[in-house]
């Protein structure tokens, strides 16, 4: 149990702290706000019971005044003191009414003033009459009406309404005070409590925020290095203090990772990491940005080999069905392949040399096809055996490539004229380990090693064609000869059948004479 609440005073420390400071500080707003509300309602309700109070105390205000007026006006005969008289009359009406209104308010029904309205409109009529009897002289009526005090009847009403309405005013003026302090005390007992536990609450916050604050602070420090350590280090400056730019960064490196993979994923293998330079080659060895690239060269260099072994494997193809194509007649053979070979390789110039071993005793090389800019050139020459280059790698039996060609060791001819080439190669032709010609090569480009590769393979491959077809036109000749042979052998074969016939024709004739002779002889 006690694991627990640890775990979620880790993990919620702040936020519980935070919602009860919060949950304090509304219910104080609360109270506070249902305080302010109470006194408005208790300032209200004791102005309202007090304005009752004073509207009350008035009428028995007012009927002294009427009656002072009066005295006044019979004794001096003043219509002045009739002006107060009337003043304080109409101001009865609205005072009445006024109370009937708020009376019910605090739980008084409005029938409560009935016999004081009565009470005072009979009042006020009596007084009407007093003043009229004056006004037409017959003054001892006026002051018979005065002296029977109908003010004191007046009084006694107005005692029994206040016995009525002074304890409600009282008691409702004592619950207003009541409530209002009531909220008063409540709000000030939470105040209390917010003090005491919102300053301790506050200050466990403030040291728990700095506290978070430090652990972010060391987490996007961490962030912005595993940034630089996993993915991408471009050496500038990151302010760890604005998160947003850690992040941004962290983003930004993790599309442009996306961007190249997506490019490498769709052949593009001239993709760039956008902000890579040489200088951060060394720093990034070993981040994905890195390896990346890395990867990326990797495949590219995979590509251009298979790019080259597709070259290679098109040309021996092409060339495949060139020998296919040509392979009854020797020199269209050797000169189609060997004009293809030129071209195919983008050379300039190229020459074929055979062996000569009709003399068993004097075997020499001889250019049988020679190709120069397309063309083919009908050039008589004869390379002995060890002579020159040619001849060295004849007895060799191994290819030489060179690059630094001697200023008078071949040239190039064309209609604009002769150049030094910029390299030579010239490779033996072998079958079964036994070279059988020599093929030379010169470029005014440079010949890569994929592009020798090829060149071993297309010779060899020539050379088992050569060798097939010189194997089948010796087989030929001989098989000529053997017909010829035999053709002979069949016609002396029929001149010694004709003899044979012509000698059993004779033995026969000899045989027949010699019966003959026998008879004869009997006889």
Avoid at 344 to 370: I, W
């Amino acid at each position: 149990m006690n694991d627990v609440l640890r775990q979620i005073y880790k993990r919620s420390g702040v936020k519980i702290a935070l919602f009860l400071v919060v949950a304090l500080i509304l219910v104080d707003t609360f109270l506070t706000y249902r305080y302010k509300q109470a006194l408005g309602t208790n300032i209200k309700v004791q102005a309202t019971l007090d304005e009752i109070a004073a509207r009350k105390a008035s009428i028995i205000s007012d009927l002294n005044n009427v009656d002072m007026s009066l005295r006044g006006y019979l004794l001096v005969g003043n219509e002045a003191f009739i002006d107060t008289y009337n003043k304080i009359k109409s101001q009865n009406g609205p005072t009445m009414v006024y109370l009937k209104e708020k009376l019910p308010e605090i739980g008084l029904a409005a029938t409560s003033l009935s016999d004081m309205d009565a009470m005072l409109n009979s009042y006020f009529k009596l007084m009407d009459e007093l003043i009229s009897l004056q006004k037409s002289g017959t003054t001892d009526a006026a002051l018979k009406i005065l002296k029977e005090d109908h003010g004191t009847e007046v009084w006694l009403t107005y005692m029994k309404m206040s016995g009525l309405v002074d304890p409600v005013i009282h008691a409702k003026k004592t619950e207003s005070q009541q409530a209002y302090a009531r909220l008063l005390n409540m709000s000030l007992f939470f105040q209390g409590v917010l003090f005491l536990v919102g300053i301790p609450t506050l200050i466990y916050t403030v040291y728990s925020l700095t506290r978070s604050e430090k652990r972010r602070s060391k987490l996007f420090e961490d962030l912005d290095q595993q940034n630089r350590t996993l993915i991408f280090d471009s050496s500038d400056e990151t302010n760890v203090q604005n998160e947003a730019e850690v992040i941004g960064k962290i983003i930004t490196n993790l599309n442009k990772t996306a961007t190249f993979i997506k490019g490498i994923g769709v052949g593009n293998f001239d993709v760039k990491w956008d902000g890579f330079t040489a200088a951060d080659i060394k720093g990034n060895k070993n981040t994905i940005s890195g390896e990346l690239i890395a990867m990326r060269e990797g495949m590219k260099k995979q590509r251009e080999e298979g790019l080259r072994h597709q070259w290679a494997s098109e040309g021996l193809n092409k060339l495949t069905e060139i020998i296919r194509d040509h392979q009854s007649d020797f020199e269209s053979l050797t000169g189609k392949s060997v004009f293809f070979i030129v071209k195919y390789l983008k050379a300039n110039q190229g020459g074929l040399f055979v062996l000569n071993d009709n003399d068993g005793d004097n075997k020499y090389l001889e250019l049988s096809t020679c190709y120069a800019f397309d063309r083919k050139k009908f050039v008589t020459k004869r390379i002995d055996i060890g002579q020159g280059l040619i001849g060295q790698v004849f007895l060799e039996g191994e290819p030489v490539y060179i690059s630094d060609v001697p200023a008078n060791y071949v040239h190039i001819t064309s209609g604009l004229g002769e150049a030094n080439p910029r390299c030579v190669t010239i490779q033996p032709l072998k079958h079964n380990d036994e070279v059988v010609a020599i093929l030379e090569i010169a470029s005014f480009n440079l010949l890569d090693q994929h592009a020798l590769d090829f060149l071993i393979a297309a010779c060899k491959s020539l050379a088992a064609s050569m060798m097939a077809l010189q194997s089948s036109h010796k087989t030929k000749i001989l098989l000529e000869k053997s017909q010829q042979q035999a053709e002979e052998m069949r016609a002396q074969e029929e001149e010694m059948r004709q003899n044979m016939e012509e000698l059993e024709a004779t033995q026969e004739e000899m045989k027949r004479r010699e019966a003959e002779l026998r008879i004869a002889l009997k006889q």
